[in-house]
Every structure is written in C-alpha cells, then in structure tokens.
C-alpha cells in the first residue's frame, strides 16, 4: 500500500500544538515526527493539520413535515468534506409501524450514497415490548446513542413516562439518551393561540417556542436521566435558559453534554422579522434562532467547558419547500443547513476572534464527540493508529458564503454573506484526498459505517457511583420493631 507524508503542518490536537509530519499507510495514520518520508509528499507549510470534523447532528434525506429534507447523504457528504467534516452522525427515525430494526435497514440503504464515514442515532418516538426488545439489538449492530423528541407534538413526541421508561432501558444497556429539549404542549397550544390571533409568518416559530420552554424540557430531561441513572446529551442547546440547567446539573457531578448549533452562535432572532417571507422562512427551524444575548453564553461555555460540542443538525429544505408554510407557519419544514460551513464559521467567528484557542476548536468540533460516542482515538484524534481524517486548514484562506458556489443541494445559505477567513486546503477521509482547492473528490459510496461501542466509561463510573448510593432497606431487629407484626 503506498504511504503518504504530509510535512511542513502544525498539528492542532484538542491538548497541544506542535509541528510534526505526519505518515499515513493506507487508511490510518503510522507515525508522527520528524523528517518522515514517504511515497507521496504533501506540502502543508504554513497550514495547521486537525482530526476531520464531526458533526454529530445532522437530518440527510429525512423524512419531516410532509416532505423529505433536500440534502441526502450524497450532497450533504459532499458538503461536510468541502467544509473539513470527515464523519457525521445522522439520526433514524422509526415510522409509526415500523420497528427500530427496519428503520435502520432502512437509514443503511439511504446511507450507502454517503462520501464521508457516518454512524447513527437510534429515536425512540414511542414506547412498547418491541422498542424495548429491539433496542439491546440496534446497540449489537453499533449504535449507543438514542434520541428522544420532547417536542413535535403529534408526531416524533414522546411523554414523560416513554422517556423515564426508555432512559432506564438505556441505562440496562449501556447506552447514552439524547434529547430534543422543547415542551412540546405548550409549543402546540402556543402555536394555535398566535394562528387564532392571526399570527401565521414566519416569526410567529419563534414566539411559539421561548427559551422557557427549552429550559424547562432541558431541566426535566436532566432530572429524568438522573433518577434513570444514565448519561444525558442535549442536543442543540440554543439559549441561556437551557445552558444553565446544564451547567448546574455538571456542577453537581452529573453526566450531561450540551451541544450548541453553529447557527445558534451566530445568528440571531432578528433574522425572522426580514421583510421577505422567503428569507424568515429559510431560517425556520427548532429551537428558533435567539435574542443576541443568549450568544455570549453559549460561547464561553465553549470555553468554559460546560457545553462541549459545536454541530449543525444539518437538515436543508429549498424554498420551495418551506413555502409549504405560507400562511400557516406550523406548516413551515423546520430545519437550516450547515455541513460546508461549520468549522469555517466557528474558526472565523471563534478562533479569530479569541473566543476559542485553536485547540478549543478542534476539542468542540471532533475531539469531544468522538469521545461521547466512544469512538476515540479511531477518529477525533490525529494520532498513531487514528483512522487519516485530516484536515489541512489554511488559517489565512478567504472565502465569501454563497449559495452559488456551494455543495449543498438547496438554494440558500442561511450564512450568506458571512466572510471566512480560514478554510480547509484539503480534506483526508482514512488517508483519500476527499476535498482538495474547491473539489471534493471522493465518491458517493466512499463512506463507511463506524461502529460504536456501549459501555462506554462514563456509563460505567455512572453505574458504579448509581449502585453505591442506591437506596438499600435498613434492616431492623424484631426488638426494634413494633410488638405484634
Ligand atoms: O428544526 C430542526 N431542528 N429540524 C430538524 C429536526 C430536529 O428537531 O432536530
Ligand atoms: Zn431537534
Ligand atoms: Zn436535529
Ligand atoms: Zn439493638
């Protein structure tokens, strides 16, 4: 098998920065250090070399509010390589007869297309012997993360007592609970109260889900997942309601992730009052953009460490599409795109600005979620060993957003405009050149499922920690009891 060297870079890992060559024999990484040599030489003078970007939270050909989002795995895949992301992790979603194995059958074949590695999350959306059965076989099959929606009223919803129920189930297996944090009650009368008042735009999305009710569903969810006794990932953490839950909730030792969006980052709730119906429109999507203040928080927590990935939950519906809604914003498909425009965006709007060091960007952006998903140090590490997912960053490259030049399949960017400075000079996907100046050259089909682990070891310490202070019966002498029972 030829080898490979990239020289001249500066690796970024998530703890440190230094310079190094790098060889890669086949698909993985063989050795880091100096004057390495190799078959093919690759000049990475000047650029910084960072484990490819995972994006943990995307929606590919998802079937959603009667249509199907626009990007499936071939396109959207194209549009994470040209935007550094080597690997995404999509989420399955059972039908309403369907068993948790079909859809999966199911998300395998539509995944087939996909040009970067890939993985998925398990929903769970209803609760019965069949979902509780299937769930240790889709944890066989390489899955230890499943979803619950908390929201969607009607549709992918699930109660209190599914979730307590599924959470527990996730415990027993070994397995990690995800959760879309919005009381979805409050949202669906909400959303009726302002189309009774005549409240039907666009912006209307965003008054009928306040960062109350994402707080809320963020503090129910972690109080569930801790009487449950497993961990807790909230997925797109959008406002400072839902962030301070988390935080508090980590400061008492619990197990809880949070993952910001990049479009919560950096755009803001103003987008929805545009003049255009079409231009609010494109941005629909749950939990809605919010006031500016929110931003600050959920960038130092970033920093801070409170909050320790950056996703996109990339699902893009076209104009068209989202014209379903005139006059009935419910009816609006809720999602934006993202997958071209994370790493660039969070460096341009973080690193430079020096709200996040270079290695907080490869923590939040790879390094952290390969850790959750228990697939560290195959992916989110350049390390001997580590699956060639290599980013080679030209720290001073330019570019301008626009829907004209992008990979995605829809006719937007919801960053349109925005200009980057920083961007990928070529994307490595297991030691292939996928993306090279603009090109993304790996093929639809290239991809390769990861598999994942249960038991990962929070889930064990959590274990353990839950068996030591589990209530135990305190065993009393018959002398200590009252006469005659
Ligand atoms: O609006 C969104 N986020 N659409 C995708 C489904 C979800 O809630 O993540
Ligand atoms: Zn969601
Ligand atoms: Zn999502
Ligand atoms: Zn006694």
Same mark, same amino acid.
């Given at each position: 098998m030829a080898t490979k060297v990239i020289k001249g870079g500066t690796i970024i890992a998530a703890d440190r920065s230094y310079k190094a060559d790098v060889l890669i024999d086949g698909e993985t990484i063989a050795a880091i250090g100096d004057n390495l040599s190799g078959d093919e030489v690759i000049d990475a003078t000047g650029c910084y070399l960072m484990p490819g970007g995972i994006d943990p939270h995307t929606h590919l050909q998802m079937?959603?509010?009667?249509t199907y989002s626009s990007d499936d795995f071939d396109t959207g895949t194209a549009a994470a390589l040209a935007g550094g992301t080597t690997m995404v992790v999509d989420f399955v979603l059972p039908g309403s007869e369907g068993g948790l194995l079909d859809a999966l059958q199911e998300w395998f074949q539509k995944a087939g297309k996909a040009r970067t590695d890939y993985s998925f999350h398990m929903a769970i959306t209803g609760w019965n012997k069949q979902i509780f059965d299937e769930m240790p076989e889709v944890v066989a099959r390489g899955i230890n993360t499943f979803k619950h929606?908390?929201?969607y009223k009607g549709a992918l919803m699930v109660n209190d007592d599914e979730m307590f129920a599924s959470f527990q189930r996730c415990a027993e297996i070994g397995a990690m609970p995800l959760?879309?944090?919005? $009381?979805?009650?409050?949202? =669906?009368?909400?959303q009726q109260k302002l189309l009774a008042e005549g409240n039907n735009g666009p912006e209307a999305h965003a008054y009928s889900r306040p960062p109350e009710v994402e707080g809320e569903a963020t503090n129910r969810a972690i109080m569930i997942a801790d009487q449950a006794g497993v961990p807790l990932y909230v997925v797109h953490v959008s406002c400072e309601e839902s962030h301070e839950a988390i935080? %508090?909730? #980590? +400061?008492?030792?619990?197990?809880?992730?949070?993952?910001?969006?990049? +479009?919560?980052?950096?755009?803001?709730?103003?987008?929805?009052?545009?003049?255009?119906?079409?231009y609010a429109a494109r941005r629909v999507m749950s939990p809605p953009f919010r006031d500016k203040r929110h931003q600050d928080g959920l960038w130092a927590g970033l920093a801070a460490g409170s909050l320790q990935v950056v996703a996109t939950d990339h699902c893009a519906f076209t104009t068209e599409q989202?014209?379903?809604?005139?006059?009935?914003?419910? #009816?609006?498909? $809720?999602?934006?795109?993202?997958? &071209?425009?994370?790493?660039?965006?969070?460096?341009t709007k973080g690193v430079r600005t020096g709200r996040l060091t270079p290695?907080?960007?490869?923590?939040?952006?790879?390094?952290?979620?390969?850790?959750?998903?228990?697939?560290?140090?195959?992916?989110?590490?350049?390390?001997?060993?580590?699956?060639?997912?290599?980013?080679?960053?030209d720290?001073?490259?330019?570019?301008?957003?626009? =829907?004209?030049? +992008?990979?995605s399949a829809i006719d937007y960017n919801v960053f349109e405009g925005i200009e980057l400075t *920083?961007?990928? %000079?070529?994307?490595?996907? #297991?030691?292939?050149? =996928?993306?090279?100046? *603009?090109?993304?050259?790996?093929? =639809?089909?290239? *991809?390769?499922?990861? &598999? #994942?682990?249960?038991?990962?070891?929070?889930?064990?310490?959590?274990?353990?920690?839950?068996?030591?202070?589990?209530?135990?019966?305190?065993?009393?002498k018959p002398e200590h009891m009252p006469a005659g029972v």
């Open positions: 079937p959603f509010m009667g929606f908390m929201a959760v879309h944090a919005e $009381n979805g009650d409050v949202v =669906a009368h909400l935080r %508090r909730a #980590r +400061q008492k030792g619990m197990r809880v992730f949070g993952e910001p969006l990049i +479009q919560h980052l950096v755009l803001d709730e103003s987008e929805y009052k545009n003049e255009d119906w079409d989202k014209r379903f809604g005139l006059g009935d914003f419910t #009816r609006i498909p $809720n999602g934006t795109g993202g997958l &071209e425009d994370r790493l660039p965006v969070l460096w290695n907080e960007f490869v923590a939040v952006t790879s390094t952290n979620i390969a850790r959750i998903l228990n697939i560290y140090p195959k992916k989110g590490a350049i390390l001997p060993g580590s699956d060639a997912d290599i980013v080679i960053w720290p001073e490259a330019k570019k301008t957003i626009s =829907a004209g030049t +992008q990979k *920083g961007l990928p %000079r070529m994307t490595l996907s #297991r030691g292939r050149i =996928a993306y090279r100046d *603009g090109e993304v050259l790996a093929e =639809a089909g290239d *991809g390769r499922f990861v &598999e #994942r682990e249960p038991h990962a070891a929070v889930n064990r310490a959590l274990s353990t920690w839950k068996e030591l202070v589990a209530p135990r019966k305190v065993e009393r």
